[in-house]
DNA sequence: CTGTTAGCGCGTTCAG
DNA sequence: CTGAACGCGCTAACAG
């Protein structure tokens, strides 16, 4: 464990030289360099980061808080932010609330602890207070995937409401006019614009769905499969699921299998959130796919401006697109129904 | 950014006193208890630990190193450190080396700087250098996943060779005798087992496989996919498919389809590595399972006990055994062929 | 181009 | 039970 002096006593310099050479700052010769080099060779030496940190008040280091590392698309998300933020020179930590605003505060309050540079937020449920934390402590933050009213924060997110309301006209344009809406939680932003592209959707057509067509549970697959089975057992029976996310879609899949109706030919299925190829034995569903890479990208180039004191001085709200991917669950068009 | 001298000046004590308050360590009386924490909550004090740990020389952070997040198999392993971990107080960083040896020394070197009490490391091709280079910077760590020849380091990881043997074993009673190995890379220790247990079921029952039924590439569908097309244009073609991950039998699965032959009825399908449920829209593939999570909570055990500095002298190496889970790749008994 | 001084925020050590 | 002094390893600010 070598420090900054042993090299410096060991190159015959001072400290403070040793620490330019290693940040290349400030102006050193080539000759100081090599010994500089040299000795930290022999040494071992590697830079302590939590003095580095400590002296400049910078890490470094960005966050990652999200709702579910096992979900693929979180994972993408995850790929896209470690992506951006490394080419410019940080690192990320990433964090997992498990959809508990609890774990999130936990979670908030050790990254402030850490000194981490900036935030990337996929927030829980309501969680304008969480931010208001960040903020008294001077820790820049990106709301990712979710809209949080009132934030002061940037925010970067896919158009769910839209998205929704794709795969509720092409179910309409099938034919089906019983569709049953597997929903996420409520009180996330993302569950709630997709209830409210499906209703769009529904009303447009003139269509005012049962209540008990209009589920709301988590983004689980247990919670999909439990959803179904409500749907299932209730009269009047659906023709079309819509799955407010993937793991949604797998349980109904799971309980409509069980319940021995075929997915497209009983009943049709459009999802949200595509799987990766890699996970795909049998690509099957026909989704809303959201751009997960892309805004994570997006969203840490943000941060990382922010960082830097650029941008403008309002806050903003980037929403990107949806792409309806079609494949066989959605089905062939129906017979009139009613 | 209050620091401990703002809370030590309100609650009128010293700073060590503060101290003492928020570490729960040595004595003090409820009375300071009380203003001191009501100093904390009034400033909104949140302590440093670039500073602590600078100090006490622990950071209380572990560091899981693994070769790819995306494979559900690793995100169970990281939550099954996350938990050990958690429990006991530490935090946890995650950290990608995509299966590159440069991208893991960049790491490790990272994690030292950063001060981690110990790692987890999923090691790539042949890294007994990079694991002497955590020793000479006093971090503790723990191989997972792979066995490393001459590692001074305890390792868990599954019994890959048993595993393959089953699962070739199962091939055999079905009938097969043309049986394809689509294995891993070549120096990584799981593909390297995985083929020794393909090789010596094969050898038991007597058969010599052809060269092109033996094929290695590497751990993702792509690789799956080119290694199942180069297998079936080579004669004789092989009734059965060894996948040796989850990836690669996903990639197999494609080649097959395109070719318009169908899992089991034209070629039955084995791999390794299951998907979990979450995932799994129709579970089909036979596997030989691996206990990722029990893996990854033993590993995480066996470092905290390490950095107790309790444990045996001996470095250790545990193997657990992993599962035979069948279901329809594998397909019926065939009739004799050869 | 190089060095001296000082201090980041905290906890160990030792003294009351 | 409480506090003063000191230093962890590094770099900003200011000399030279």
New binding site residues.
Partial sequence: ?A???DVAKKA??????V??V??N?????D??RASVEAAIAELGYV??RL??G????RTHTLALVLTDITNPFFTTVARGVEDIANEAGYTVTFCNSDESLEKEQKYLDLLVQLQVDGILLVPTAGTPENIRFLQKNDTPVVILDRHVADAQADIVRCDSEAGAYQLVQLLLELGHRRIAMLGGPEGISTAADRLAGYRRAMAEAGLAPASTLVQSGSFTQLSGYQMAKKVLSATPQPTAFLAANNFIAIGAVKALQESGLSVPDDIALVGFDDLPPTLMMFPFLTVAAQPACEMAQQATKLLLSRLAGEGPAQYQEIILPTELILRQSSGQPIPLSR
Wanted: glycine share 6%; aromatic share 6%; proline share 7%.
């Fill in positions: 464990m420090t900054i002096r015959g310099v001072a400290p403070i030289t620490s330019r290693i940040n700052s400030g102006y050193f010769s000759a100081t830079p302590n003095a580095r400590l002296r400049q008040k």
